[in-house]
């Protein structure tokens, strides 16, 4: 039987041992990439189950003192809600710590494995020179090994910070992001309407006690009593409806955003609809953009073309099915814009002129030219303006906001 040289035993040796190079290596990406999905996986049910929590120690990282002081001052603005959600929401905080956990673990693996590369080298130098053939093998084949692992663990650790990564983490951001605005229009919105059926409330306690009083002289019906009272009593029922609803969404707010919902901000006012916006729309540009954008569109892209003329047909059938759903959802959402718009328009200006009459009737019941049942009468439709008004400027505002996140792909065809 022939004897093999040494350099062709060694050989067959680091041959032999580095057939499983390839499936030491693909362990290593599995678990690493194992180890990333687990990290990942929960932004699939980030929007609708944001972790709650305080927001604890606010740490500035980056931004002018102004600036900084503004963002923890307890008082929460509209424009502030975005960078909020990135700082503060610990759902999207836990995913990027999580993420560079990950990736400094692989940096200390990878400097081990290089350190460990390093005194394998040396020691194949070492047996070389001691003419030791089977310490060789030894060496070379934990060097073969080494290098394949860190090639593979550096590959992985690159794709971890690549640009998917990165965009499904935005994504989602902007998806948390999204769901914090509406949830501040609407508790704005709740805010408002409160405020004025508090007003409209007292005014209906007022018109019942005077009814009763003139029922009292035979000045005025049963009818009429019994009408104000469950006016009174509506209102009543509105508001604490109106309460509950407010408190909901104050603790949904404080927890998208990273507040304490036993310590809620402040909730600045927001501004009036910026109507200037709509000028901006371009719905040939935003719709292709919305395409782009949109996650649902991109996985259809992203699917394989198919090896059969039926299944490449299909994919393709599948994507421009999905193309035009968006056209029809971008078009619809621009009429709805316009549609509100102009009831927005209408609203202001019944507004407009409530405000200047109920200054006119102010001024003719203090100077007693009205009676109070009168002027009760007429401040009621007043508020009743401004109630339309409100819901105006709000369905307007999220007509806009809802445009402009499907622009950003967050709103799906269907």
């Keep these: 039987m022939r004897r093999e040289k040494p350099i062709e035993k060694m050989s067959h040796a680091v041959t032999e041992r580095c057939r499983g190079v390839r499936r030491l290596t693909g362990t290593c990406r599995v678990a690493f990439v194992l180890a990333f999905v687990m990290a990942v996986t929960p932004l699939c049910s980030v929007c609708s189950f944001a972790a709650a929590g305080p927001m604890g120690e606010k740490i500035n990282d980056g931004y002018d003192e102004e600036t900084w002081a503004t963002l923890t001052d307890n008082v929460l603005e509209y424009d502030e809600v975005p960078t909020l959600v990135h700082e503060f929401n610990t759902t999207m905080q836990s995913q990027y710590d999580s993420l560079e956990r990950t990736r400094q673990d692989m940096i200390t693996a990878l400097n081990d494995l290089n350190v460990a590369k390093w005194r394998a080298d040396r020691r194949e130098e070492s047996a070389e020179e001691d003419g030791d053939t089977e310490d060789m093998i030894n060496a070379i084949t934990s060097s073969v090994i080494l290098r394949a692992v860190i090639t ?3 590959s992985t650790a690159v794709n971890l910070l690549s640009k998917v990564t990165l965009a499904s983490l935005t994504k989602a951001e902007n998806t948390i992001t999204m769901y914090a605005q509406s949830a501040l229009i609407s508790y704005d919105s709740l805010r408002a309407s409160r405020e004025t059926l508090s007003q409209m409330q007292e005014l209906y306690n007022r018109q019942y006690q005077i009814l009763q009083r003139q029922q009292e002289l035979g000045m005025a019906t049963s009818t009429e009593v019994l009408e104000a009272q469950m006016n009174q009593l509506s209102a009543e ?5 109106l309460d509950s609803g407010i408190t ?3 603790n949904s707010l404080c927890t998208l955003v990273g507040f ?3 310590d809620p901000p402040t909730i600045a006012p927001i501004p009036t609809v910026d109507v200037s916006l709509i000028d901006e729309m371009d719905l040939e540009t935003d719709t292709l953009k919305a395409i782009g954008n949109n996650s649902t569109l991109q996985t259809q892209r992203k699917t394989d073309a198919g090896k059969t ?4 047909a299909s994919r393709l059938a599948l994507i421009n099915e999905g193309e035009a759903k968006m056209r029809i959802k971008m078009e619809e959402l621009y009429r709805d814009v316009q549609a509100k718009l102009v009831a927005f328009e209408g609203a202001q200006a019944g507004f407009e002129s409530a405000q200047k009459s109920a200054a006119s009737y102010q001024k003719m019941y203090e100077l007693g ?5 009168q002027y009760i009468a007429y401040m009621l439709s007043y508020y009743s303006e401004k109630a339309t008004y409100d819901n105006a400027d709000t369905s307007l505002r999220l007509a806009i906001e809802t445009y402009n996140w499907a622009k950003l792909g967050l709103v799906d065809p269907d």
């Design 152 to 154: 593979s663990l550096d």
């Design 237 to 241: 029922s509105n508001i604490m409806a």
């Design 248 to 250: 909901q969404l104050m």
């Design 260 to 262: 304490d919902p036993n």
């Design 309 to 312: 003329n039926a299944e490449v």
């Design 369 to 373: 030219m009205l009676s109070e049942t």
